[in-house]
């Protein structure tokens, strides 16, 4: 890739907030802005601004601007069904939303009934995609994260190959932990494994003793955990202040900032399934991070799964409402579910990424695990 073209698509990053036209196509993004989930939701943006630019920078969709309308969703359902209407008062023909499942789940029905395609770049719930599998009207949520089923059975698979039979399990109480905690339960199964210890925690809580002291009675030898950052930060810290040093498998929110910054040193060696580590061997990929260190001067890409999640959620999007020559919501939705366009994205090329029974557009083939290495998020060793 040239420098101009990512010059060039830079500096229409810049104008990404300005007022538009009205003829631009407007794209929904409700994400965590403020708020604990914050990092994650200002990720998934940052990845949502760049692919914004790079369409606009190339003309555009059917001749006209993409146009990114943003609201904040605090991590709060009541809130974010509030803001939800609001988008829809707004008139955008489609949407990039969702970091916390539990969030997703308190708006998703404002957009099945507005028949409003949203690919989620963020968050992991199983059901997300599954909730109106059977509506008559069609499905209209789509994701390119990996779901929770596939984050567990990664998990899983990688602690059993690694040796270990003595597996804790840890979640926490929202509904994202909880379906975690289940998927993985069913994962272990195939392997003929029962957990030796089953700890949960709250959102908040900072002391950890108590599961871990009930995961070290028990035997464990590797930790698994289902939560977001902070709290998965959390219990690294507190297992290495008891002396434990267990290996830890956590969910893709194990290598955000919100886990590094609160385990610090203690991050070191914790791994996780991601669907984006830095170093991309495809060109897309390649642009894709060129574009984000041009545009954002940081030394490494900030929550990497979350920006490429963003990033990808638009770019099919853009592709669907091309294929469609529509901004029909219903039109869109069936470009995606017979996608002829092969779009190359940060996390994978996509060739045919959804269908009408199957909305998730990550695979195995599409996501690796990664481990926390001095500091960065790097692959981790098969």
Sequence with gaps: ???????????????????????????GALLPLTGGSAPLGLAVRDGQRLAVAQ??????????????????????????????????????????????????????????????????????????????????????????????????????????????????????????????HDDMVKQLLTHDIKAVSVGSFKIGDADMSAQLAKAKEAGATVLLVYGIGTEQGHIAASSARMGM?????????????????????HAEGAISPQTFVEGATSTAGREFEALYRAQYKRPRITNPTAVAGG??????????????????????????????????????????????DDHEGINLSSAVMAVWKKGAIVRAPL
């Excluded at 990512?6 to 003829?23: E, K, M, N, V, Y």
């Excluded at 040093?245 to 040193?265: E, K, R």
């Design 1 to 27: 890739m040239k420098l101009s073209h990512i010059g060039f698509a830079a500096a229409t990053l810049c104008l990404a907030s300005a007022t538009f036209a009205a003829d631009t196509i407007k794209i």
């Design 55 to 180: 369409i606009n920078a190339r003309g555009g969709v059917m001749g006209r601007n993409l146009e990114l309308v943003e609201m904040n969703d605090e991590s709060k359902p009541e809130l974010a069904e509030k803001n939800m209407q609001a988008l829809l008062a707004k008139g955008v023909v489609a949407c990039s939303c969702g970091v916390n499942t539990g969030v997703v789940l308190a708006y998703q029905p404002a957009m099945q009934n507005a028949r409003l395609p949203n690919i989620v770049p963020a968050s992991a719930g199983t059901k997300l995609t599954r909730a109106f599998q059977n509506a008559p009207e069609g499905n209209y949520t789509f994701r390119v994260q990996a779901s929770d089923t596939l984050q567990a059975q990664m998990m899983v698979d990688y602690a059993v190959k690694k040796g270990h039979k003595k597996i804790a399990l840890l979640h926490d109480t929202t509904p994202y932990g909880t379906g975690g």
């Design 311 to 356: 990033h990808d959620s638009i770019l099919l999007l853009a592709a669907a409402i091309r294929q469609a020559n529509s901004t029909e919501g219903a039109k869109i939705k069936a470009a995606l579910e017979r996608l002829s366009i092969t779009v190359p994205g940060a996390i994978a090329t996509y060739n045919k990424p959804f269908s009408e």
């Design 245 to 265: 040093h267990l290996p830890i498998i956590g969910s893709w929110a194990n290598a955000t900032d919100s886990f590094i910054n609160v385990a610090a040193a």
